[in-house]
């Protein structure tokens, strides 16, 4: 099986900065892209960003700019770096990686999310 977790959420002043971390592990034969999502209460779960095992990127319009997302393969590993955040920032962020385990088929595993509030 595949275990992420998600780690580096907190309580944030706005305007201010996280940087989440999620870190795969396991039966692992191939990592392909990685991603992090979203939910805020009472809303659906949305994407926020994700990068393909090549380092391609992509952003949800409401993050441009502020959010950047990177990953190290040698780690297994992607991060979130949020700055200037903001109070509709404030949701729980789940990590979610594509991945083969081994004598598996390629799959999604989601980690069990990381809450992050912004507020004064």
């Known amino acids: 099986q595949v275990q992420v977790v998600e780690s580096g959420g907190g309580l944030v002043q706005p305007g201010g900065s996280l940087r989440l971390s999620c870190a795969a592990s396991?039966?692992?034969?191939?990592?392909?892209?990685m991603g992090w999502y979203r939910q805020a209460p009472g809303k659906q779960r949305e994407v926020v960003a994700f990068i393909t095992s090549s380092g391609n990127t992509k952003y949800a319009d409401f993050v441009k700019g502020r959010f950047t997302i990177s990953r190290d393969n040698a780690k297994n590993t992607v991060y979130l770096q949020m700055n200037s955040l903001k109070s509709e920032d404030t949701a729980v962020y789940y990590c979610v990686t594509h991945a083969t385990i081994v004598g598996g088929h390629p799959s999604d595993y989601w980690g069990q999310g990381t809450q992050v509030t912004v507020s004064s």
């Open positions: 396991g039966s692992i034969s191939s990592l392909y892209g």
